[in-house]
């Protein structure tokens, strides 16, 4: 959509992305009512209790407290680089967006690769301090580069986010039931997204890109002190 979204705009006007979006959605929706299916689950008694009970557990919040973190820090840095990069850096449309979308190209790369890794070395923690580590390089260099550098930036930051997704995912699953597991990280998600860009977009107005850019590495710090209190490898 990053680089497909600036073409149209172009050619056709902004009314027209709107028009894709809404037949992407609703392709997506036919191929869901065809192809999917819930594969059988053998419920045991007792086992919607126990997952409620998993609402009480200290990892999982941290786990969704990390996951809330980093989505404060990807969506800020992805939903206003482009508007940056036209800004400051003088780039077209369709330029700000392609380099943005290495992000999610690497994000979508990466994740299946750090499944097998996570599997091999049979810890998740370590693929969760991994991608931290890479976020805070781009966090320190995203709104400081220029030229093909930023495209490295926000790679890493795909990377990142491929590693750290997985490794939250799978670490959920593992120290609690799959669903109030996963309900409890994926409240964490939108609340980061939702935090995010507000409070990104309240600092770049207020004072500059790269004030509203290191007031993110508190987010960094936070993040890193609730991977600190996990408990499991």
């Excluded at 609690?176 to 107005?205: D, N, T």
Aim: glycine share 8%; with cysteine; aromatic share 14%.
């Amino acid at each position: 959509m990053y680089t497909v979204a600036p073409l149209l705009n172009i050619h056709w006007g902004w009314r027209y992305i709107w028009i894709m979006a809404a037949v992407y959605t609703a392709v997506l929706f036919v191929f869901f009512l065809l192809f999917f299916r819930v594969p059988p689950v053998k419920e045991e008694a007792g086992t919607a209790a126990l997952a409620a009970q998993d609402y009480k557990l200290r990892e999982v919040w941290i786990l969704a407290g990390i996951f809330a973190c980093f989505n404060i820090l990807t969506i800020s840095i992805k939903s206003y680089m482009p508007a940056f990069l036209e800004a400051v850096r003088g780039v077209t449309e369709l330029q700000a967006s392609g380099a943005t979308s290495v992000f999610l190209i690497l994000a979508m790369c990466t994740a299946p690769v750090a499944g097998i890794v996570s599997d091999r070395i049979g810890s998740r923690k370590k693929l969760i301090i991994a991608g931290s580590v890479l976020a805070a390089f781009s966090v320190l260099t995203a709104f400081n580069m220029s030229g093909v550098m930023i495209s490295v930036s926000l790679g890493v930051l795909g990377i990142a986010a491929g590693m750290l997704t997985t490794g939250v995912f799978t670490a959920v699953c593992e120290v609690g039931h799959p669903a109030s597991g996963m309900a409890a990280v994926v409240f964490g998600q939108y609340a980061g997204m939702c935090i995010g860009p507000v409070y990104f977009g309240a600092l770049a107005e207020t004072f500059s890109w790269w004030t509203a850019a290191y007031m993110l590495l508190p987010v960094l710090a936070v993040m890193y002190i609730l991977i600190f209190l996990l408990r499991f490898r």
